[in-house]
Nanobody, 121 residues
Framework: QVQLQESGGGSVLAGGSLTLSCAAS????????FAWFRQTPGSEREGVAA???????KYADSVKDRFLISRDNARNTVFLEMNNLKPEDTGVYYC???????????????WGPGTQVTVSS
């Protein structure tokens, strides 16, 4: 079993930056594939960024060139660096992990409780 805990959310002005962290613990956590999703009320959870265990990454078009996903396997932690934030980036951000790579398909087995990001104009 793998446990995930996000941190780093908060409120920022448009144009600002935040870095989210996802600390993973449990069985072979460092060998999982990870992704960040976000959700706003009334909307489905959408994939934002994903990182394969081997390193390749994927980004939603809406965040390309602004967000950066990375992982530190020694610390079992995945990061999402978010720059030039926009009001439409507001939402609850979730970290997800699985032994299989699902990219932006929400079939991941393990999910964190989420962290709120609010961007105001």
């Amino acid at each position: 079993q793998v446990q995930l805990q996000e941190s780093g959310g908060g409120s920022v002005l448009a144009g600002g930056s935040l870095t989210l962290s996802c600390a993973a613990s449990g069985d072979k956590a460092h060998r999982k594939h990870f992704a960040w999703f976000r959700q706003t009320p009334g909307s489905e959870r959408e994939g934002v960024a994903a990182i394969n265990y081997a390193g390749p990454t994927k980004y939603a078009d809406s965040v390309k060139d602004r967000f950066l996903i990375s992982r530190d396997n020694a610390r079992n932690t995945v990061f999402l660096e978010m720059n030039n934030l926009k009001p439409e980036d507001t939402g609850v951000y979730y970290c997800a992990a699985d032994m299989y790579y699902y990219a932006f398909n929400p079939r991941y087995t393990h999910w964190g409780p989420g962290t709120q990001v609010t961007v105001s104009s």
